[in-house]
């Protein structure tokens, strides 16, 4: 087994061990009961739980850039909102309980600086990505000219988050956010020139 296959398979165990023990029970041994290694092998990989949580946050950023990069459509428009879906139509990652203990390290992250750098760059990226297609449909005419790109960027990710977060500590469906996001770039953000197909 190379090194990738190993990596692989501690990020694995790592989810389903998050599943079953969420993340304030979560120990080293509970991972390595979920994978083909012993728990004095995960340390010569990883010196801590939390290193290998960051480790772990890490391998998920990789699956979300390859999740929302590339959006679909042939206007900025329609880019926008599919990258909009894409986001909110987050893959189900297997267990209400994975998605309890993702938000358990968020609720940490203020006091733990390897948490809050890596789940920054998650945000920080899907800042990046609509920025872009904000200042692309500027532009070539599709949004408003005096549109803030970073800041109305900031305000969806805002917005993304807070539905990401109701749908984990409520259960609430994501469908109420599209509708309203849908509104709100068609209404306060297409120029008065431009129709709402996108």
């Given at each position: 087994?190379?090194?990738?296959?190993t990596?692989?398979?501690?990020?694995?165990?790592?989810?389903?061990?998050?599943?079953t023990?969420?993340?304030?029970?979560?120990?080293?041994?509970?991972?390595?009961?979920?994978?083909d290694?012993?728990?004095?092998?995960?340390?010569?990989?990883?010196?801590?739980?939390?290193?290998?949580?960051?480790?772990?946050?890490?391998?998920?950023?990789?699956?979300?850039?390859?999740?929302?990069e590339?959006?679909?459509?042939?206007?900025?428009?329609?880019?926008l909102l599919?990258?909009i879906?894409?986001?909110?139509d987050?893959p189900d990652?297997?267990?209400?309980?994975?998605?309890?203990?993702?938000?358990?390290i968020?609720?940490?992250?203020?006091?733990?600086?390897?948490?809050?750098?890596?789940?920054?760059k998650?945000d920080?990226?899907?800042?990046d990505?609509?920025?872009?297609?904000?200042?692309?449909?500027?532009?070539?005419g599709t949004?408003?000219?005096?549109?803030?790109?970073?800041?109305?960027?900031?305000?969806?990710?805002?917005?993304?988050?807070g539905?990401?977060?109701?749908?984990?500590?409520?259960?609430?469906?994501?469908?109420?956010?599209?509708?309203?996001?849908?509104?709100?770039?068609?209404?306060?953000?297409?120029?008065?020139?431009?129709g709402?197909?996108?």
């Amino acid at each position: 087994m190379n090194d990738g296959d190993t990596a692989d398979d501690i990020m694995d165990a790592t989810y389903r061990a998050l599943c079953t023990h969420g993340y304030a029970d979560l120990t080293m041994q509970d991972i390595a009961d979920e994978s083909d290694k012993s728990k004095a092998a995960l340390h010569y990989h990883y010196d801590s739980k939390h290193d290998l949580l960051c480790a772990f946050l890490e391998y998920l950023y990789e699956g979300f850039v390859d999740r929302i990069e590339d959006p679909e459509g042939e206007t900025p428009h329609a880019r926008l909102l599919s990258l909009i879906d894409s986001v909110l139509d987050k893959p189900d990652d297997g267990s209400e309980e994975f998605g309890t203990a993702i938000l358990e390290i968020r609720a940490h992250a203020p006091y733990e600086p390897g948490f809050r750098e890596r789940l920054t760059k998650f945000d920080e990226y899907l800042i990046d990505e609509l920025e872009a297609i904000l200042e692309d449909g500027i532009d070539d005419g599709t949004f408003k000219s005096d549109l803030d790109a970073e800041e109305t960027a900031r305000f969806i990710v805002t917005v993304l988050t807070g539905a990401a977060t109701e749908r984990i500590t409520t259960g609430r469906p994501v469908e109420c956010t599209r509708r309203m996001l849908t509104e709100y770039v068609e209404t306060h953000l297409l120029d008065g020139q431009q129709g709402v197909t996108a």
